[in-house]
């Protein structure tokens, strides 16, 4: 029999994950992979060990739509990618893409983030 996850009766968490090109959302899709500024690295991290499962919803700056969720499939580590060019960014960590399709932020205008003064999530 198999043993339940330990993480099993955590929380899920859930982030926005803001993309400054479309062409690093396409580089993630392909190979599965996603980094980000290392600001953000304890965070995601944390959330990584402390959940049952953590969703990254994906959105280029600017465009007014989101481009897709994937589910966080490993911790950051320190190995660099230079797929974005930047170096800005901090470790690559996995990502498996559940969807690809860009959808407007008008279509969620109904979902409010309490912890950020009930503001629209986009």
């Known amino acids: 029999s198999k043993s ?7 929380p899920v968490r859930y982030f926005i994950m ?3 090109n479309l062409q690093n959302i396409e580089i ?4 599965g992979i996603w980094s980000t500024t290392p600001s953000n690295e304890r965070k995601l991290n944390g959330a990584f060990w402390e959940s049952s499962m953590v969703y990254l919803i994906f959105s280029v700056q600017g465009s007014g739509h989101f481009q897709g969720f994937a589910r966080m499939g490993s911790s950051i580590g320190c190995e660099k ?8 960014f901090g470790g690559v ?12 932020f ?4 109904h979902l409010l983030n309490p912890w950020n003064d009930n503001k629209k999530v986009q």
């Not at 339940?4 to 955590?10: A, D, L, T, V």
């Not at 996995?94 to 407007?104: D, F, G, L, N, T």
Request: proline letters at 8%.
């Open 18 to 20: 803001k993309s400054c």
């Open 4 to 10: 339940p996850s330990p993480r099993q009766n955590m």
């Open 81 to 88: 990618s230079q797929d974005w060019g930047s170096a800005g």
């Open 28 to 31: 993630s899709q392909q190979k």
């Open 106 to 109: 008008q279509f969620a205008h």
């Open 93 to 104: 960590f996995k990502v498996e893409w559940i969807r690809k399709e860009s959808i407007p």
